[in-house]
């Protein structure tokens, strides 16, 4: 019911449809959104577009067989999904990686995160409504991190460059140098997008104070990642639970105070200067030795289980293995931060309008293909 | 380092509020019988110096003869970690107590167990298939699934 002067409407909740195929759903998401005019009172997501049941497909691969298929986990980050994977087999069998491959895998997650934040912030503004700019501007930087990988493995998107043990090819004799040009460059970058966003009213005005999430909401919906870390939740399992050799580097967890748009967006944009920090420290400590552990072609884990987890872009990205001694997993189960980090988003949008509710979708940062795996 | 809590400990714990509870305390999981999973996950949630708070994940493994429902937990409070487990050994009707109304996070996973390994969670709000569409045959996850 709404009352204009002496005139009464009469108002009817109706449903609208996003997606799953719509510029803002990042993929094949889809929601049916339930309005009151233009006020967002429930959503529902629906998932499934993408399944391709990745989990059951693991089942009837070998061990090394299935990390091409983590790279289509979250495709946007392929290097972190890797390495989760190979984490949890080595977690499983017992091995030990050499010193130079942690150090490469360190150096890849962060180039990762780096290039996962860059698409994170521009499409997140590009939701909000600053079409295409900033975008152009953070692919222009993922660009350069994409020919870092093409020069380390051959591929652009879908890596499939960690091993279980190692890595599966060491860094060419050019990389070093080329990543020490970026290094270079990639400050300033930040700089720029900073001095361009950071004060910006149209961005203030659009997610300061828009959606927020709670800080027990966050813990008790299982939310993990920068999602969480905006809301003041100070857990990153780089420090919380060290893996790799993580537990060597210097770096700070950013945190939010609110827990809304704006500080989401802004975890982001620190983090990635954590990333920097993280990189050059291990540009200055890497040694020289073996790339990968001597394994077996066919790897046969003792039967038991085994859970291991890492900190990647998104979230608490995690693989629950069950072995049976054969050389295929028995079970391999994905705890996927996408779907996990959706869960509040119903909660997160009731009450705003509907550009608020792509606004605030676009704040999670979500990949459909690990959602539905 | 997030700690493994020592399952001998808890188990001792938890028997003694709870007698009859625990199916097995094995070395790294505790796994205890489904009637009395609630009880005990609402215990581990809210008891001072457990607090587990943190939902990290829950999924199902068909082993022929039972199901195996896996939840691990964490307290971020105090960085510490348990994984608990529930057996359902009915396979035309597996059931187990849903723990949404824990913790929340739990919502969209239950609905993933409950569309591609079949086991219903009772007290779920909204359980219905959720990667696959409706009308769909079969849980695609069991180990008996013919594709």
């Known amino acids: 019911m709404t009352t204009t002067g002496e005139i009464t409407f009469k108002t009817e909740p109706f449903v609208l449809n996003f997606g799953p195929v719509h510029p803002s759903t990042h993929g094949v998401y889809r929601m049916r959104a339930t309005l009151d005019g233009e006020v967002v009172l429930d959503i529902e997501p629906v998932f499934g577009y993408l399944h391709r049941g990745i989990e059951k497909l693991a089942e009837e691969r070998t061990y090394t067989g299935f990390i091409p298929l983590t790279d289509r986990l979250d495709y946007i980050s392929p290097m972190s999904n890797n390495l989760g994977y190979c984490l949890a087999v080595e977690k499983l069998a017992g091995i030990k990686v050499p010193e130079r491959a942690e150090y490469i895998r360190v150096i890849i997650a962060e180039l990762q995160r780096l290039a996962n934040h860059c698409i994170a912030v521009g499409s997140f503004l590009s939701d909000c409504g600053a079409m295409f700019t900033p975008f152009m501007y953070m692919f222009r930087e993922r660009e350069k991190i994409l020919d870092l990988f093409d020069m380390v493995c051959g591929q652009r998107l879908t890596y499939n460059y960690m091993r279980i043990g190692g890595v599966s090819q060491d860094i060419p004799d050019e990389f070093l140098p080329a990543l020490h040009k970026f290094m270079g460059t990639m400050p300033g970058m930040i700089e720029e997008w900073e001095n361009l966003l950071k004060q910006n009213e149209i961005l203030l005005a659009r997610t300061k104070g828009v959606g927020i999430l709670p800080r027990e909401m966050a813990i008790n919906c299982g939310i993990s990642g920068p999602v969480a870390r905006g809301s003041g939740v100070k857990w990153d399992l780089r420090k919380a639970d060290p893996y790799s050799i993580y537990d060597r580097f210097e770096f700070d967890i950013p945190t939010g105070e609110v827990g809304d748009c704006y500080d989401r967006y802004r975890v982001r944009v620190e983090e990635m200067k954590q990333s920097l920090r993280i990189i050059k420290q291990a540009m200055e400590k890497i040694p020289s030795g073996p790339i990968r552990a001597e394994v077996p072609h066919l790897i046969r884990p003792p039967a038991g289980e085994a859970y291991a987890h890492i900190e990647a872009p998104k979230g608490e990205l995690g693989f629950y293995i069950v072995s049976d001694n054969s050389i295929a997993p028995y079970r391999c189960h994905v705890r996927p931060t996408s779907l996990i980090n959706l869960t509040a988003l119903r909660e997160m949008v009731k009450g705003w309008k509907v550009a608020d509710l792509i606004a605030i979708f676009g704040s999670i940062d979500i990949t459909m293909g690990e959602v539905d795996r | ?147």
């Open chain 2, 1 to 147: 380092m997030t700690v493994p809590l020592a399952i001998k400990e808890i188990a001792s714990q938890i028997e003694k509020k709870y007698p009859g509870s625990i199916e097995e305390a094995a070395q790294n999981s505790l796994v205890v019988k489904s009637d009395s999973l609630l009880a005990i996950a609402g215990y581990l949630k809210d008891t001072e110096g457990l607090k587990f708070d943190y939902f990290n994940y829950v999924t199902a493994v068909d082993y022929y003869t039972y199901f195996e429902v896996v939840y691990q937990l964490t307290s971020l409070e105090f960085n510490h970690t348990v994984i608990l487990k529930t057996r359902c050994y009915n396979r035309e009707n597996p059931a187990v107590p849903s723990v949404t109304g824990l913790w929340q996070g739990a919502d969209f996973q239950e609905r993933e167990i409950f569309d591609l390994m079949g086991i219903r969670f009772e007290g779920h709000p909204n359980l219905k298939r959720i990667f696959l569409w409706e009308g769909f045959q079969g849980h695609p996850l069991r180990k008996d699934y013919l594709q």
